[in-house]
């Protein structure tokens, strides 16, 4: 049910919308002044507010911007003199929702009414998805809002939810949230990870066991499953989980009860499952290697984690974040960051996502000793070399293409092409390790496994700048 505020001062309109409104199952009130219409929505909480523009004491318009300004920032439609096609911009324009000729007839004003009143909903059930708790999730960028929009999704409900996503992209940090933001975060979060579960003892790790009810058994255990009971069981590297404990699973799955190892009695545990995965499913199902009717069960909900590569404007807020937390670790005074050592961070690939940034802002850290500043070689040495290696491969792929396609006459001898294309690339290689280096001599010969001489002899020949 909505709150709707009726300001005009034709009576007889008033109470028919009033009428309207209520058959349509909402809330109304009238004014018919401009000041006691104003007084009313300060002083209430409408949803949508009908204006006249020529009311007794003023101009419905000057009011608008006051109106949708309150709190609660109602949907304004206006209501124009007949044939006032710049009253009907300027209400627009105003942040009106709409604007209706009078005298409007009954649809012309359910029509805006309704559209108006579900706009709201949507917009109050999009700003709710943003009110869940995400603190320790660090990104800006659409593919992280959008996944995030999910994770909202799967906590206000209980499906069972799979978490898929390279290594290091956050899967487990995401089941937690969704626990944490769920009903059940009263209740215990139980981690299994499927990778580690002993061969011989899984079934008795999952489901328990009686004392005694194999050897080494000494006393009674609940099992994981157990545990989980109210709350949320989450099974990490859900691929790994053994063929042969899919089906007894998929049927706990389903009925929520399940026979501990050597009991004869049945116990129930009422948990939600959340999965997570860096393998592809599908594919080890088409392999016969998981159970296609479990992937079923276990995709009721899915989030899909964005590798860092694809989200790079993350990166720098990661940074950020982590360097923080690593300085305050380590005692260190807070770092600044030279644009350089940015770029690097956005030109490297990161194969294991965030979890690698994190390692790798550590050992920044720990490189740059007590300098204020990061550069690139600061950076561990392998991402250097990387970077290095990547920028000369696209170096040399720029020379070749910018042949394609020209006279056969203009064409070099080979061997002259040959010599171009590797000068320019030394060239670019040697530009880039000066750069990673933050001019590094030292550092530059232990990545390019030059010799010093030979590494001034190459620096002087492209004009290379050799020392900071
Ligand atoms: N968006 C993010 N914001 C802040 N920290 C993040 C984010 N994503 C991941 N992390 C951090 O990166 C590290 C790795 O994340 P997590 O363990 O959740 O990844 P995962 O996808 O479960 O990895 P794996 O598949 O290897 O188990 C954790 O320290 C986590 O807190």
New binding site residues.
């Given amino acids: 049910m909505a709150n709707i505020l009726i300001i005009d001062d034709d009576e007889a309109l008033c109470d028919i919308l009033s009428r309207r409104v209520k058959q349509m199952g909402h809330d109304h009130t009238c004014a018919y002044t401009l000041k006691d219409g104003y007084e009313k929505a300060a002083s209430g909480s409408y949803d949508v507010v009908f204006l006249d523009v020529g009311l007794p004491d003023g101009n419905g318009l000057d009011a608008l911007p006051r109106i949708r300004g309150l709190d609660n920032c109602p949907e304004v439609i206006i209501f124009t003199g007949q044939g006032d096609p710049d009253g009907a911009e300027l209400a627009i324009k105003s942040g009106a929702w709409d604007y209706i000729a009078k005298p409007p007839s009954l649809k012309e004003i359910v029509l805006p009414l309704s559209r108006a009143l579900q706009y709201r909903e949507e917009k109050k059930r999009s700003s709710s998805k943003v009110l869940i708790k995400t603190e320790?999730?660090?990104?800006n960028s659409t593919q992280?809002q959008n996944a995030l929009n999910l994770l909202a999704q799967a906590a206000s409900s209980d499906a069972t939810t799979l978490l898929t996503?390279e290594?290091?992209?956050?899967?487990?940090?995401?089941a937690t949230a969704i626990h944490a933001n769920s009903d059940r975060a009263g209740k215990d979060f139980v981690v299994v990870d499927c990778a580690a579960l002993p061969d011989t003892l899984v079934e008795s790790v999952l489901f328990g066991h009686e004392k005694g009810a194999f050897t080494g058994a000494d006393k009674a255990h609940p099992g994981l499953v157990k545990l989980a009971d109210g709350g949320t069981l989450f099974l990490?590297?859900v691929g790994e989980l053994p063929l042969s404990l899919q089906k007894p699973f998929l049927r706990v799955l389903q009925e929520r009860r399940f026979r501990p190892v050597g009991s004869q009695k049945e116990v129930t545990s009422n948990f939600r499952l959340v999965a997570?995965t860096?393998r592809n499913l599908e594919e080890l199902a088409e392999a016969k290697l998981f159970r296609q009717d479990l992937l079923y069960r276990l995709k009721t909900l899915t989030i899909d984690?964005p590798p860092l590569r694809s989200r790079v404007q993350?990166i720098k807020d990661?940074t950020i974040?982590y360097m923080g937390k690593l300085c305050e670790k380590y005692g260190k005074g807070a770092k600044g960051y030279s644009p350089e050592f940015l770029e690097a961070l956005a030109a490297y690939e990161w194969p294991g996502?965030?979890?690698e940034l994190?390692n790798a802002l550590e050992r920044t850290l720990i490189a740059s000793a007590e300098e204020p500043t990061l550069f690139p070689n600061h950076l561990p040495t392998h991402i250097r070399v990387k970077l290095a290696r990547e920028s000369l491969r696209q170096s040399t792929a720029g020379k070749t293409k910018s042949f394609q396609g020209e006279n056969p006459q203009e064409l070099p001898s080979l061997k002259d092409y040959r010599e171009a294309v590797v000068s320019e690339a030394e060239a670019k290689y040697l530009e880039d390790l000066m750069l990673l280096t933050n001019r590094d001599i030292r550092a530059a010969c232990k990545i390019s496994g030059l010799s010093r001489s030979r590494l001034y002899h190459l620096l002087q020949k492209h004009g290379i700048k050799g020392s900071r």
């Fill in positions: 320790g999730i660090v990104g992280l996503g290594t290091g992209t956050g899967k487990e940090l995401f990490d590297e997570a860096n984690l993350d990661l974040f996502n965030v979890r994190i």
